[in-house]
């Protein structure tokens, strides 16, 4: 683990940022959401020796929401290859909310910009392989539970019947999408398979893991198997870098420096090699929907450690 960081130094940050969350606001336009705990926070580093050190609530589980769009876009990646999946989803940051529609009609043949807007991966969770949502859905929790080393990681039924009911806006990029022929088959059948991917359910230390296993070039910890080939966790990361962080990437990466995703459920990853993953969770959010306590955690072990890329 990096020298002097341990348990007590997470803990004393911890609790250094939380009135911060009182400056943000809990996710409400996927009612199950909401009920988020504003004042559940966590964080935790894993290191590539496969050391994890965490503070703060280390039980509960979040779901992934848009942090689940790295780990499709691995899997659409591995499944299809590149060039399959950049003719139909671009490369370019877009300095546009996450829901953000406009764009798709400016870019012809409407391919959504990048994968980590919400067009984006709704068209990548159409790629992934499998004849029905729950098949697709199943691939992906399998390659989680590989991340992970653990098997009991689920998607949180609640959250995903909550977007699915009130996805208004996403539902109008797929089929959007689909008349311009980005997506095919049913729009409904692939909002199913992208809710529930968006609902999985993993706690802090999973993520960080998670992030760790794609600062090791897409290595598992302990044994060395590759995962994820090297070169696509490159891209998942250099995505990471340029629209991880929804149109606050730039000032992000100003300010911190590292590959990191971000969802609305207030978690974020983040990944930088020779160093491992790092993982914060705060229900409360900035305008852009970025978690307030978890950017300024960030910050800090960034500034810290010294673990800008740039
Ligand atoms: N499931 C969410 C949505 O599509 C994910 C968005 C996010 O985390 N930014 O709206």
Not at 210 to 219: M, R, T, V, W, Y
Not at 247 to 256: K, Q
Request: with cysteine.
């Amino acid at each position: 683990m990096a020298k002097n960081l341990t348990k007590e130094v997470l803990e004393d940050w911890l609790e250094n940022v939380r009135p911060l969350a009182r400056d943000g606001k809990v996710a409400d336009y996927i009612p199950a959401l909401a009920k988020q705990d504003p004042d559940e926070l966590a964080v935790a580093v894993y290191d590539l020796d496969g050391e994890c050190i965490s503070a703060g609530n280390l039980v509960c589980c979040f779901t992934l929401q848009s942090i689940s769009k790295v780990l499709s876009l691995a899997l659409a990646l591995m499944d299809n290859g590149e060039e399959y999946v950049f003719e139909r989803v671009g490369m370019e940051p877009t300095g546009d909310p996450f829901h953000s529609i406009y764009r798709l009609e400016q870019h012809a043949p409407s391919k959504p910009l990048n994968p980590m807007i919400n067009a984006g991966a709704l068209a990548v969770t159409n790629m992934i392989h499998g004849a029905t949502p729950d098949e697709k859905v199943g691939r992906l929790l399998s390659f989680i539970h590989e991340m992970t080393d653990d098997q009991s990681i689920r998607y949180n039924e609640d959250v995903a019947v909550s977007e699915f009911q009130t996805a208004y806006l996403n539902r109008s990029l797929c089929y959007y999408m689909k008349q311009h022929g980005v997506i095919e088959g049913s729009v409904e059948e692939n909002l199913d398979a992208y809710t529930k991917q968006c609902a999985i359910e993993v706690n802090i230390n999973h993520l960080a893991r998670i992030g760790a296993i794609f600062a090791n070039d897409g290595k598992d910890l302990e044994s060395g198997r590759q995962i994820i080939p090297r070169h696509l966790a490159r891209i998942c990361k250099t995505f990471m870098v340029t629209c991880g962080m929804y149109d606050a990437s730039g000032s992000f990466a100003i300010r911190v420096g590292i590959p990191a995703k971000s969802g609305v459920s207030g978690a974020v990853v983040g990944s930088v090699n020779g160093f491992g993953g790092i993982a914060v969770y705060g229900a409360a959010l900035d305008e852009k929907g970025n978690s307030v306590v978890g950017l300024k955690l960030l910050e800090l072990l960034a500034n810290r450690y010294d673990l800008s890329i740039f």
